[in-house]
């Protein structure tokens, strides 16, 4: 870690600026997933349909997920633009730079020195699922990130000797906030596991005194977390209960792996696999660490989240977020000790794996340009002036990796390390534009051109398909296969089917003309026909006469 003088260098204003950087910028480059596709719209059906608290999905029920990211999303929308992209993922970056915010202070809350909490941030926000998942509009960002806020409150509230009344109001605000965004998730998965290992390490001292504290915690956080749930299931209790029953179920029967599924969880940090790695390596660690207290804890924080996520049967890799964010503290820890005792203490078998680290690194950063040019093909002249910049810089960045390697300028390589998600963010991010659905040939702007055009309405045969409905910019009506036709349907109508799905589709059209239109692919446009999922062949169908 840098040894800065910490009086002087500022930390937390360069937090921020970089912060921004990973989190804000080219923030509309991806594509919109299958998860943001279903929350965008019901943020946009909030604008467009006035649905804020009975929320919905194409003019469906869905009480899934409570609705504080989704209104915030919405809000976001209706200032800077309900088409625009950057506007509904925003609310998301600024929760993942709240996230990274409250992690570098509850650091030096626990007295670790500024340096080294600046670096486990700067690991934090460089981390492959802090990155996505701070960028991408899913609710797991939200739900973590008002739980950190709560972790860091619910501290002050234990350990101040003034305003105790106020941390534990804000603690249960923002503990209202995490229930709020994604039910007791974060409870489960963050606050639980952080605090069994706060009260282990750092000891939770005249508890019984502060009860008045802890009810206005327990109490405010309650009442924000709830309300909603109680509100909707007793306006529409019988959706809620249906979609309740599917959910619960899911947690059972849904993506069900086996209990050591997460144990490869450093993986999901990306760039700092092997030095996560080493950095749970207590017996190894223990007597090389700045601060052995804090290092306890958060390695037993990151051990404890791991084992009750794999206890549940459903298992999703996004859902070990919780275990990323201690884990860049030990990560951290490993990093200092690196930076201090390489060119004296550590032995060859030491050096290995750091070695291995920044070798990868190299041939990861020489290999860049080539691999993009392999990836996208002569689609890159398009923007050739930012590909000749990303293979310069990344070619750069190869050889000062050989450079400070051949020179064991070792924090000059941790340095380098983080620049290479940055450089990925600033001048890799723009290409994915390239591959985008909308670049396929037809697209859903075809489709919805087509609808105008004709002043026909347009249904789906095969259920909903978010990704189409989002891109569709409005609410696509479905029809039941099972029943006959609705009359209100029409005359003339446009259908949407996935003929590889719905192979019998059109037994029920029997009574109707259908004229094959075209065929969209909401697939990237380097795979297309890859998830048949995505493609869906486009009819019009018109009411024979009797």
Same mark, same amino acid.
């Given at each position: ?127 492959? *699922? ?7 509009? @899913?609710?797991? &960002?939200? $739900?973590?990130?008002? =739980?950190? +806020?709560?972790? %860091? ?105 086996? *209990? ?7 993986? @999901?940090?990306? &760039?700092? $696999?092997?030095?996560? =790695?080493? +950095?749970?390596? %207590? ?264």
């Amino acid at each position: 870690m840098p040894n800065y003088n910490s009086k002087n260098f500022p930390y937390l204003p360069l937090l921020i600026g970089l912060g921004s950087l990973i989190f804000l910028a080219n923030l509309d480059a991806l594509f919109v997933n299958i998860m943001e596709a279903r929350n965008f719209i019901t943020a946009r059906e909030m604008l467009t349909h006035n649905n804020w608290i009975l929320t919905t999905m194409n003019e469906l029920p869905r009480y899934e997920k409570p609705p504080l990211p989704t209104w915030l999303t919405a809000i976001s929308a209706w200032l800077f633009g309900i088409q625009n992209l950057f506007a509904y993922r925003l609310p998301a970056a600024l929760s993942a730079l709240m996230l990274l915010l409250i992690f570098y202070k509850l650091q030096l809350k626990l007295n670790i020195q500024k340096s080294l909490a600046f670096g486990a941030s700067i690991i934090l926000m460089t981390s492959f *699922f802090i990155i996505t998942l701070g960028r991408e509009g @899913q609710w797991d &960002i939200f $739900t973590h990130s008002f =739980m950190m +806020g709560c972790c %860091y409150f619910f501290v002050l509230m234990l350990t101040s000797a003034k305003h105790q009344r106020s941390y534990a109001l804000i603690a249960g605000l923002l503990f209202g906030a995490s229930l709020l965004s994604k039910g007791p998730v974060s409870l489960y998965a963050l606050f639980i596991p952080f605090l069994i290992s706060y009260s282990v390490i750092y000891k939770i001292k005249e508890l019984g005194s502060k009860w008045k504290f802890l009810a206005i915690f327990i109490g405010v956080g309650l009442i924000i977390g709830t309300w909603w749930t109680i509100f909707v299931h007793h306006y529409d209790a019988q959706a809620f209960n249906e979609i309740a029953e599917q959910e619960s179920g899911r947690w059972l029967n849904y993506n069900v792996r086996p *209990f050591w599924y997460y144990w490869s969880f450093f993986v @999901q940090s990306g &760039i700092w $696999t092997i030095p996560a =790695m080493i +950095g749970l390596f %207590y017996p190894y660690l223990k007597s090389r660490v700045s601060n052995l207290k804090a290092y306890k804890f958060y390695l037993l924080w990151t051990l404890i989240t791991v084992v009750l996520l794999s206890i549940i049967p459903e298992k999703k890799s996004r859902y070990l977020l919780p275990a990323i964010i201690p884990l860049a503290v030990t990560t951290a820890f490993y990093v200092e000790y690196v930076i201090k005792n390489f060119k004296l203490k550590l032995t060859k078998l030491e050096k290995f794996p750091i070695y291995l680290n920044f070798i990868l690194l190299t041939l990861i950063a020489l290999a860049a340009p080539f691999v993009f040019y392999f990836v996208f093909g002569e689609e890159l002249w398009e923007m050739r002036t930012l590909f000749i910049l990303f293979s310069l810089f990344f070619i750069l960045l190869g050889f000062g990796f050989i450079i400070a390697l051949l020179k064991s300028r070792i924090k000059l390589l941790f340095a380098l390390q983080a620049t290479m998600m940055m450089l990925i963010i600033i001048l890799g991010f723009p290409f994915l534009k390239l591959i985008s659905p909308t670049q396929n040939t037809p697209n859903v702007a075809d489709l919805k051109a087509y609808k105008i055009a004709e002043n026909i309405q347009i249904y789906e045969v095969s259920g909903m398909l978010p990704e189409l409905i989002w891109a569709f910019g409005e609410p696509i009506p479905v029809i039941n296969t099972e029943k006959a036709i609705d009359p209100q349907v029409g005359n003339e109508f446009g259908i949407l089917v996935s003929e590889e799905a719905n192979p019998n589709w059109k037994d029920i059209f029997k009574n109707y003309t259908l004229k094959f239109v075209d065929e969209y692919n909401l697939n990237p446009a380097i795979s297309k026909g890859e998830n048949s999922r995505l493609i869906r062949s486009f009819y019009k169908a018109t009411k024979n006469l009797p």
